[in-house]
C-alpha cells in the first residue's frame, strides 16, 4: 500500500476508535555500535506501554528503526547486535574505486530480520535518510526496496559502497540529517522523541585504530550540520562518549546506557505526549 494511503488508513482508524491523539513519531539518529543504545531506549518505551505511529531513521538507527517499523520485539534485535561481527555484515569491494567494503550481508540480515522486502511490507510508516553525495542533499526513502535503502543509509563514504538510485549517489544519512526529527514530521508525526547516540566529543576517548579515526572525524562532520535536535518534542542522548563506534563487544553496554537515558527521561516523554503514566507502571519504575 503506498505511504500516502497508509498514512490516512492510521489517522482513520485512530479517529474511529477514538485514539487519543497526538500521532508520534520516533527519530533515531546514527552513530555505529552505539545504536545498540536506541534499543535499551525502546525497551523503556516497550515496558511503559508506548507505541510509536511513525518512524525515521538515519544510518544504524535506520537499522533499528525498520525493526520498530517491522514491529520486531526489541530483545530479538539486541539479540542480533550481541551476536553481530563486522566479518558477518560487510566484505572487500573488489574492484570498487568508490569504497573498501561492501555491505550485502548486513542487507540480507536485515531482512531476514524484519522479514520484509519493501517499505508497503512493514506495519509503520518508516522513512530510511540518505545523503546524495553528488549534491549535498538530505534524500529521504519512503518506499520501495527496504533492504537497498537502509543499506545506504549507513554507507559511510569511502568506506561502504553506496547506491545508486535515480540518478543518485546515496550515502550515509549522517553526512546532512544525522537526527531525523524533519523525517519523521513529514511522516505525519505531530510529536517527536528523538534519540541522539553521538554525543559531542569532550576529549575523554581516544581512537585506537584507523577505523575509529574516520568514525570520530565522521562524529565532527554529524555534529556540525545536525539541526534535529531543536525541532525534536525531547531528545534522549544516552552517556555513550565512552563506548566505540566499531567494537560490537560494548553492544551490551550502550543499551544499557539506553535504559538510563530512557528511564531519566520518562516524565519528559509522558509530557509530549500529553498524559501521565499509569500507578502501576510509576509502581515498576520506583
Not at 81 to 91: E, K, N, T, V
Not at 124 to 135: E, K, N, Q, R
Not at 177 to 203: C, E, F, K, Q
Amino acid at each position: 500500500m503506498p505511504l500516502l494511503a497508509r498514512l490516512r488508513d492510521m489517522l482513520g482508524e485512530r479517529r474511529a476508535t477514538g485514539a487519543p491523539q497526538p500521532r508520534l513519531g520516533l527519530a533515531l539518529g546514527g552513530g555505529g555500535v552505539r545504536g545498540a543504545a536506541h534499543l535499551g531506549v525502546l525497551s523503556v518505551f516497550e515496558r511503559e506501554g508506548i507505541v510509536f505511529d511513525v518512524v525515521a531513521g538515519t544510518s544504524v538507527g535506520a537499522v533499528v528503526g525498520a525493526g520498530v517499523a517491522a514491529r520486531v520485539p526489541v530483545a530479538d534485535m539486541l539479540e542480533r547486535f550481541r551476536a553481530a561481527r563486522w566479518i558477518d555484515l560487510a566484505r572487500p569491494s573488489w574492484g570498487s574505486n568508490l569504497s573498501m567494503l561492501q555491505t550485502n550481508p548486513m542487507g540480507d540480515i536485515l531482512v531476514k530480520t524484519v522479514q520484509a522486502e519493501t517499505f508497503e511490507e512493514l506495519a509503520l510508516p518508516f522513512a530510511a535518510v540518505t545523503s546524495d553525495i553528488l549534491t549535498g542533499e538530505t534524500v529521504v526513502i519512503t518506499e520501495g526496496p527496504l533492504r537497498d535503502a537502509v543499506v545506504a543509509s549507513a554507507a559511510v563514504p569511502a568506506i561502504f559502497e553506496p547506491l545508486r538510485r535515480d540518478g543518485r549517489l546515496l550515502v550515509d544519512g549522517g553526512l546532512t540529517d544525522n537526527l531525523p526529527v524533519t523525517a519523521a514530521r513529514d511522516l505525519g508525526a505531530d510529536v517527536v522523541i528523538a534519540v541522539d547516540v553521538m554525543p559531542p566529543l569532550d576529549g575523554s576517548y581516544e581512537p585506537r585504530d584507523i577505523n575509529e579515526m574516520v568514525m570520530m572525524s565522521w562524529n565532527i562532520v554529524q555534529r556540525s550540520c545536525e539541526s534535529g535536535r531543536k525541532h525534536a518534542d525531547v531528545v534522549i542522548t544516552p552517556p555513550v562518549a565512552q563506548i566505540s563506534l566499531m567494537d560490537f563487544t560494548q553492544a551490551q553496554a550502550a543499551y544499557d546506557a539506553g535504559v538510563v537515558a530512557a528511564e531519566e527521561a520518562l516524565d519528559n516523554v509522558w509530557k509530549a505526549i500529553g498524559r501521565r503514566p499509569t500507578a502501576m507502571r510509576t509502581e515498576t519504575r520506583a
